[in-house]
């Protein structure tokens, strides 16, 4: 995973591109969203050299690089991949989502472009091809390579029948309901299963980029090792889900409150009824 250490963001907002280096820089960005003005965040990873300094000079307000996304064209960025997120802690207690579109930044750029700058304060007499020069990065957003992963246990009396659940949520706009009954085990396990439920059906389907959101504490610090794992069975499952994780290019994990995650608690909750190792999926596309 070294190479997160390079990844950046391209948010498009309106017909201006701007890259940040950190995904909190991205929040409060999101917050002040003008009403009816869409955001889409893409992910990428090492920049090229001659972009970072030629995008430099042209300053958007809280970026690190910016430029008109009239003038973008295909490698300006390197290689991109969508950003699936989630903004729980928006300022009006809702819920910011990104454009889940899943037309290309690079589409949605040339849409735009036809449209004119919007800002004077880029100039319209640069050449387009300078930003390209020297560069031979492809240009592509994989937009079919990404998804975000919630999952939840439910356990009916800690130990007791218990189910796991899991909401995959892919940048191709397919959303996969997952349940699979997990018996008689406390609630933590159910967490795991559901975890390892997820991973697995994101490896199967062939998504390389993943975030995984969960209510579980216990289970997100565990993964990224910030807590000791002292129950021989929690150790068994959080290794199983450790070497799942290790199959994706780029993974992360984070702990959401209960509230944001009610559509994998649903599942969940369903899966109770199914016998032991039972798995149920349902899928839409849009």
Known sequence: ?????????????????????????????????????????????????KTEEYLVSHGLKGATYSISAAHVNAGSFGQLVACPYQDPYSSDGGTVMANSSSKNLQGAMQVDASKGVGSSSFSTNFQRNHILNGLQAEFSTNTCLSCTLYFDGASKGNPGPSGAGAILRAEDGKVYRLREGVGIQTNNVAEYRALILGLKQAIKKGYKHIHVQGDSLLVCNQIQGLWKVNNPNMGYLCNEAKLLKDKFLSFKINHIPREYNSQADIQANRAVSLQAGQVEEDCDSN
Not at 25 to 35: A, T
């Open 1 to 49: 995973m070294a190479e997160e250490k390079e990844a950046f963001y391209v948010v498009k907002k309106g017909n201006v591109v701007g890259i940040y280096k950190s995904f909190s820089d991205i929040q409060p960005l999101l917050s002040s969203s003008v009403s009816g003005e869409g955001v889409s965040v893409y992910k990428g990873y090492s920049l090229p050299q």
